[in-house]
């Protein structure tokens, strides 16, 4: 297998001609929202309780919801990690170099102190950007722990001196989407940049090599890679001793992974798709990073459109299966729901995103605001 994503042709159920980049970008970052959104309405339920409340499928669309529905601390920090990034790329564009982890750091700060948590003497105060002054991120929307406790320490986390050394928590995973959408960059400093961050407050190796490989996953598709090659291909970028310093994949990521594509099929042939007890007694429940990866991957891939000359109604079909099955079960639904919304904007591009699921979009001009920065210091 190559290690460079894009040195195979694209199999992909879409004929319509590639989404630009700066779709993608958007895409993938409104995809993801929309994806959180409709998972947080079901975060803590029981799939019991889900179909009790939406009928036998479980909760489908925007529409089922009495009341509109917030997206979670997975987007804020997502869009802080986009704010990182852009932060970073303004100073090399400008041809000052900067240490993109502390860039991350600095923006992971400004999210923890929107979370009503005292940001440490210790740790750097950075002047306001433009996220800052956004209002609709100063809510709290059941923040990780982790997250939460390796920002306050006040340290910043390294692989060498981790910060919550045990903790394996999804939420490096869920954040972790704008690495991939980084053009013109190698794979391994995709990962590397992806697995640095994740340290920043989780310790477990995989915690680190979840994000990367979701990461890899999303610079993969934005290359013109298909879903199941971009998956296939970060399973064997974990697999091919491309891990830096030598480090061994974390077993437990690998089984999961491995799992998942079993489970959704063969490409061209999606398997007959799991239950939701099925899916958590196969892939977990998405708690954790390897979990939340392998939920979102498998939903992905189980609901591909059987034709191959997939158009717009079909991405956006495509979509809707996808993120439903994400959400579905007795789990991390936002989390999972917008790993798999992630990554099917980045494939699909704008295009998949049903027009009436983003009417009940939380802000969606603060996530269509940080995308068009990127897309802009990124030349998209």
């Given amino acids: 297998m190559s290690t460079e994503p894009g040195s195979t042709p694209a199999q992909s159920p879409a004929s319509s001609p590639a989404p630009s980049h700066e779709s993608r970008i958007h895409g993938c970052l409104l995809g993801g929202a929309l994806g959180d959104s409709l998972g947080y309405a079901v975060e803590f339920d029981d799939i019991s309780v889900v179909r009790a409340r939406f009928g036998p499928a479980g909760l489908q669309d925007f529409s089922a919801l009495e009341a509109a529905s917030h997206f979670s601390d997975d987007t804020q920090m997502t869009l802080y990690t986009v704010d990182g990034l852009l932060e970073a790329l303004e100073w090399a564009n400008g041809g000052v170099g900067a240490d993109t ?6 923006a992971y700060l400004r999210w923890l102190g929107t979370q009503g948590v005292a940001v440490p003497p210790s740790a750097p105060v950075q002047p306001p950007r433009w996220i800052d002054t956004q209002d609709v991120l100063k809510h709290r929307r059941a923040p990780g ?10 340290e910043m986390g390294t692989v060498y001196r981790p910060v919550n050394s045990d903790s394996k928590g999804c939420g490096t995973v869920m954040r972790s989407a ?46 013109g890679q298909g879903l199941r090659e971009a998956a296939d291909y970060a399973l064997g970028y974990l ?45 977990g429940e998405g708690w954790v990073a390897e979990e939340a990866l392998a939920v979102a991957l498998y939903a992905v891939l189980a609901t591909v459109p059987e034709t191959t000359a997939a158009g717009p109604e079909d991405a956006e079909a495509h979509f809707r299966a996808a993120v439903a099955l994400a959400v579905n079960h007795s789990g991390d639904s936002d989390s999972t729901g917008s790993i798999a919304g992630n990554i099917l904007g980045a494939f699909y591009g704008e295009q998949c995103l ?16 940080m995308a068009s920065r990127l897309a802009a210091v990124t030349g998209a």
């Fill in 101 to 106: 982890n502390a860039c991350l750091w600095l």
């Fill in 178 to 223: 704008p690495f991939g959408l980084i053009p013109h960059i190698a794979p391994a400093s995709v990962y590397k940049l992806s697995a640095d961050a994740a340290s920043l407050t989780h310790g477990h190796p995989s915690a680190r090599q979840s994000a990367g490989a979701f990461s890899l996953v999303i610079h993969a598709l934005t290359a």
């Fill in 145 to 154: 722990n982790a997250c939460l406790s390796g920002l306050a320490t006040g």
């Fill in 354 to 369: 049903p027009a009436g699921w983003l009417g009940s979009l939380e802000a969606p001009e603060v996530i269509r605001g």
């Fill in 239 to 283: 697999r091919g001793g491309n891990l830096p310093n030598g480090e061994a994949p974390d077993p437990a990521l690998i089984e999961r992974m491995e799992a998942a594509l079993r489970l959704a099929g063969s490409a061209g042939t999606p398997g007959a798709q799991l239950s939701p007890e099925d899916l958590v007694r196969e892939l």
